[in-house]
Nanobody, 126 residues
Framework: QVQLVESGGGLVQAGGSLRLSCAASGRTFSSYAMGWFRQAPGKEREFVAAIGWSGGNTNYAYSVKGRFTISRDNAKNTVYLQMNSLKPEDTAVYYC???????????????????WGQGTQVTVSS
């Protein structure tokens, strides 16, 4: 069992930055690939970024590539999402998730994730 708690969301102006954190419970954090997803009002949940268990492999949605960076610190059981050059269309609730499927690369498919956090709101004003 893994429990995930996100933090770091808030209100920011377009062009600004935020760093989201996701703290995980349990001793097996390093065996999980981690992902970030987001859901805007009236839209389906979408993939943002994923990172493999070692942190050596990452992948991103096209819409955030070059602006967002996912990273992890296995010693702190924490995964991060650094978000730069934020746009109003980045406004959403952001969720972190953990999976043992594809542990080396992570996955862009929400169905492969076993554990989810409660989400943190990110609002980007124009």
């Amino acid at each position: 069992q893994v429990q995930l708690v996100e933090s770091g969301g808030g209100l920011v102006q377009a062009g600004g930055s935020l760093r989201l954190s996701c703290a995980a419970s349990g001793r097996t954090f390093s065996s999980y690939a981690m992902g970030w997803f987001r859901q805007a009002p009236g839209k389906e949940r979408e993939f943002v970024a994923a990172i493999g268990w070692s942190g050596g492999n990452t992948n991103y949605a096209y819409s955030v590539k070059g602006r967002f960076t996912i990273s992890r610190d296995n010693a702190k059981n924490t995964v991060y999402l650094q978000m730069n050059s934020l746009k109003p269309e980045d406004t959403a609730v952001y969720y972190c998730a953990a999976t043992r499927a594809a542990p080396r690369l992570g996955s862009s498919s929400s169905g492969e994730y076993d554990y989810w956090g409660q989400g943190t709101q990110v609002t980007v004003s124009s």
